[in-house]
Structures are given as structure tokens and as C-alpha cells.
């Protein structure tokens, strides 16, 4: 099944967008999220985007959306000001019954002017600027408390949660101390507490490795944790997979340790090579990562013997799903740029990986020869949607919007950023991250990233 020029350009809803892909997408939907109703926004979305009154975010009619936080503003826990750059998220049940925790991302930097407050007994690093921010909704999305998950990380791009009801987040960032003003080494995995009993211990998960991590995906079975790597250069990064000394999991039990190790795809050195989907790799290999702290060479530059491992630019979204009945793990390649150093040219990936059965599979693949000519925009955090469909955040240039791909291979536009953080000449628009559904699917929550603004929308999501 594949997305044609005409079929993207004459979708009223998704004029400009610059994308195209070809690949089979109904085994991205089929997990338990995905059980019931009509794919999301039915065959051609929900209708053209409405231009917000008030600037900020552009829905389809009869949709409608609240602000529950904005960078600058005072968060309710007296902790200090809302930080910024608000990046990955997800949305867990709360402590009572209908409430909701949404725990916060900020991929700050060694010179982002709005930190996260270091909290006593909340803080790695005093220097370090990044961490969490947790807010608890009640059942109509009213702000009821918002707080510092933990402090003084860096570069908190994103991450993902666990089975036992906690959040991993990921610092992007391989800095050691002394660097950028650091007194602690970075670039790890932090688990932090949601529930009552869980309290955050905020030092790293250093098993899991130190580089420019990206996102976490848990097997909820087996307990394996699979983790992407967003490096900025080449060779770029990996997909790795930690095997627990402690698979039944259960809050901090990753700090008991385990087993990092690295995929290889025999004979297929930088996944961006692939461009037909459906294509699979059978007897994928898993080689131990020689030194998971990078003490002096980062881990993508290691000796792994045995013909190396397997590169991508990019590697940025990953989650847990299913495939014909069985467990699989999805993960995002954003795009790949020959001119950087990649093997050919794409506007994203999404792969699965079958741990039963070994097997690697190019499930979905954008742009640029899949129909559309013009630039298309990387696909970066990604969600299931309530009615079967997948929900994309883009990062790029120009307007940036929030995209809905259904089970028949429309892509429509859900959402637009209207707040423009450049001049009339050259506007520019705050890139979309952390799309995520509340548990009872009813209400998705996105960040804008900057300026940094997290948003609640409801609608007619099974329409």
C-alpha cells in the first residue's frame, strides 16, 4: 500500500505537507490500543485545519484545546517557573480514579535560559539543566499539581515508561564531567517515580550505557529494554538492547544491572540502504557492547569484532507493539541525508523487530522517491491514536504540524503550530514533541517545544 502524489495533495488537510510513504501500515496498529473502532479521522482525517483565534494551535472543527502549561509561567508546587523546550512525554493513570500524571521531558542544555529547578534530594548534577516536570490532571484536564520529576540532567530529549508505571528519560547528550560546566559525567537513563512508594533516585541507570540517548521501549514480558541512539555524527547511532539482571522488572530493579549489547544486521552496515518496505532481515545478532560507560571512545565507535554493527542517522522514536500475535518493538529513523554521511537519502523510517522470531522488517518509508518531490518534514515522537491510526510529530522546517496516518494510508494533518517564534520574513515555528493519549483515550496531550507549551486537545477521536 502506498501514499501517491494525488492522493496526498488533493486531501484538503494535507496541502503543503510535503510527505509521502509506502509501506503496509496496518501492523503498526495492531496492538491493544488499536482493538476497536474505525481507523482515526476515518478515510481522509477529521477536515482542514481552522486557524486559531488566539494564535496558537490550528485543530479541525469541533475540535478544541486547553494550555495546561507554558514555559515562564509559576509551576502550583512553589518549585519555581515552568522550564522550557519541552520535548518527550507520556500520560499514566494518577492516583485517583480518573486523574492523570503527565510526565515531562526538557532537552535543556548547558545554556537553556529556563532550567529545571534543582530540587533538594531531585538533583544529579547542580549544573546540569534538564530533567522532568510531572503534572497530575483531574478527569477534565484541570491543573491539579505540576512539580519536578528530577533535576539537574541534561538535554532530556526522550525516553519512555515502564510496565510497573514509571518513566525512563533519556539525557541526548555524551558530555563528561568538566564539560559545559558539568560536575558529573551524562548521557544516561534516570527512572523516575510516579506512584506512591516510587521515589526518584536520581542518580543514572549506568548499565543501560552512556551516549546520545533517544527513547525506550520495554518488553513486558520478557523485560528486555530497547533503546535508540540519536547521534549527531557519523557513523551515527544504534539500537541497543539491555537484557536485566532482574527481567520480572518492578520499580528501581533496573539498578540491579544487566547485559548492553548492540544490534547487527549481517551484511547491512547503515539501515538507511533500505528503501523497499517489506524488506526483512533474518538472524539479527546482538553483540556486548565492549565498554557501556564510553570512558574514552563512544560506544558507537567501538571494537565489536565480527564485522562491526549496524548504524543509523536519526534514531529517535520506539515503542512496544505486536505483530501477527506476537511481540514487537518499533523505532523510528527520522531521516537520513547522504550529504552528512548516510547510505542514501530518506525522510524517515519505521522499522519492527521481532525478538521471536529474529527478525528485522522496514515496515513504513518516507519520501523523498515515494511520490512527493519537495523536501519532506522527519517524522520524530509518534503515538497510537485511539481509533487505529498513528499519531506524528514533525520536526522541520516552516509550519509544523502534528500528523494522523490511518490504516488505508491517508495521511492528514491533526494539528498546526500557530505561534510564530520568528519575524513576517522568516517565520519559524516551534517543532511538535511527546504526543500522547490519557488512559482512557479520550484526550491527547503534545507539547510545542518552543515556546515551550503543553496542550490537552479533545475532540471527536472516534468519529
Given at each position: 500500500m502506498s501514499a501517491t502524489r494525488r492522493r496526498i495533495l488533493g486531501s484538503a488537510a494535507a496541502v503543503g505537507a510535503g510527505i509521502a510513504f509506502a509501506g503496509s501500515l496496518s501492523e503498526l496498529f495492531a496492538v491493544k490500543d488499536a482493538a476497536h473502532?474505525?481507523?482515526?479521522?476515518?478515510?481522509?482525517?477529521?477536515?482542514?485545519l481552522v486557524p486559531d483565534p488566539d494564535?496558537?494551535?490550528?485543530?479541525?472543527?469541533?475540535?478544541?484545546?486547553?494550555?495546561?502549561?507554558?514555559?515562564?509561567?509559576?509551576?502550583?508546587?512553589?518549585?519555581?517557573?515552568?522550564?522550557?523546550?519541552?520535548?518527550?512525554?507520556?500520560?499514566?493513570?494518577?492516583?485517583?480514579?480518573?486523574h492523570v500524571q503527565l510526565v515531562r521531558n526538557h532537552e535543556?542544555?548547558?545554556?537553556?535560559?529556563?532550567?529545571?529547578?534543582?530540587?533538594?534530594?531531585?538533583?544529579?548534577?547542580?549544573?546540569?539543566?534538564?530533567?522532568?516536570?510531572?503534572?497530575?490532571?483531574?478527569g477534565s484536564d484541570r491543573v491539579l499539581d505540576e512539580r519536578v520529576g528530577i533535576a539537574g540532567t541534561a538535554v532530556n530529549c526522550a525516553g519512555g515508561p515502564t510496565p510497573w508505571g514509571t518513566w525512563l528519560t533519556c539525557e541526548e547528550t555524551e558530555d563528561k564531567a568538566g564539560t559545559n560546566g558539568y560536575t558529573r559525567d551524562h548521557g544516561f537513563i534516570f527512572e523516575v517515580g510516579l506512584r506512591p512508594g516510587h521515589r526518584t533516585v536520581p542518580e543514572?541507570?549506568?548499565?543501560?550505557?552512556?551516549?546520545?540517548?533517544?527513547?525506550?521501549?520495554?518488553?513486558?514480558?520478557?523485560?528486555v529494554v530497547y533503546e535508540t541512539e540519536d547521534a549527531f555524527d557519523h557513523p551515527f547511532g544504534l539500537f541497543y538492547r539491555f537484557l536485566p539482571h532482574r527481567p520480572r522488572g518492578g520499580f528501581d530493579s533496573l539498578r540491579a544491572g544487566g547485559r548492553l549489547e548492540a544490534m547487527r544486521v549481517p551484511g547491512v552496515p547503515d539501515l538507511s540502504a533500505v528503501t523497499e518496505p517489506g524488506t526483512h532481515f533474518d538472524g539479527v545478532e546482538w553483540l556486548p557492547v565492549p565498554d557501556p560507560l564510553a570512558k574514552r571512545t563512544p560506544i558507537r565507535l567501538q571494537d565489536f569484532g565480527r564485522g562491526g554493527v549496524t548504524h543509523a542517522q536519526k534514531l529517535e522514536g520506539c515503542y512496544w507493539g505486536s505483530h501477527r500475535g506476537e511481540g514487537a518493538v518499533y523505532f523510528v529513523?527520522?531521516?537520513?541525508?547522504?550529504?552528512?554521511?548516510?547510505?542514501?537519502?530518506?525522510?524517515?523510517?519505521?522499522?519492527?523487530?521481532?525478538?521471536?522470531?529474529?527478525?528485522?522488517?522496514?515496515?513504513?518509508?518516507?519520501?523523498p522517491d515515494t511520490g512527493v518531490d519537495t523536501p519532506g518534514e522527519s517524522p520524530d515522537n509518534?503515538?497510537?491514536?485511539?481509533?487505529?491510526g498513528l499519531m506524528v510529530c514533525e520536526d522541520g522546517g516552516g509550519a509544523q504540524h502534528v500528523y494522523g496516518l490511518t490504516r488505508h494510508g491517508?495521511?492528514?494533518?491533526?494539528?498546526?503550530?500557530?505561534?510564530?517564534?520568528?519575524?513576517?520574513?522568516?517565520?519559524?515555528?516551534?517543532?511538535?514533541?511527546?504526543?500522547?493519549?490519557?488512559?482512557?483515550?479520550?484526550?491527547?496531550y503534545v507539547n510545542c517545544y518552543e515556546p515551550g507549551t503543553t496542550f490537552a486537545v479533545t475532540g471527536p477521536w472516534r468519529h
Open positions: 473502532a474505525a481507523p482515526a479521522g476515518g478515510r481522509d482525517g477529521y477536515g482542514p494564535g496558537l494551535l490550528d485543530l479541525p472543527k469541533g475540535f478544541r484545546y486547553r494550555v495546561l502549561s507554558r514555559e515562564g509561567e509559576p509551576m502550583l508546587s512553589g518549585q519555581g517557573p515552568v522550564p522550557g523546550n519541552h520535548d518527550g512525554m507520556t500520560a499514566l493513570p494518577g492516583p485517583r480514579p480518573g535543556n542544555r548547558h545554556n537553556a535560559p529556563r532550567r529545571v529547578p534543582a530540587v533538594r534530594g531531585l538533583t544529579y548534577d547542580p549544573q546540569g539543566m534538564g530533567g522532568c516536570t510531572v503534572l497530575e490532571l483531574s543514572p541507570l549506568t548499565a543501560m550505557g552512556r551516549f546520545q540517548h533517544e527513547a525506550i521501549a520495554v518488553d513486558p514480558r520478557e523485560g529513523s527520522s531521516y537520513a541525508r547522504s550529504s552528512e554521511g548516510s547510505a542514501a537519502d530518506h525522510f524517515g523510517q519505521v522499522w519492527r523487530y521481532e525478538p521471536g522470531r529474529r527478525r528485522l522488517t522496514l515496515a513504513v518509508i518516507f519520501g509518534i503515538c497510537l491514536a485511539p481509533g487505529g491517508e495521511i492528514y494533518a491533526l494539528a498546526r503550530n500557530a505561534q510564530n517564534t520568528g519575524t513576517a520574513r522568516e517565520p519559524e515555528y516551534g517543532e511538535f514533541a511527546g504526543v500522547t493519549f490519557s488512559p482512557d483515550r479520550r484526550t491527547m
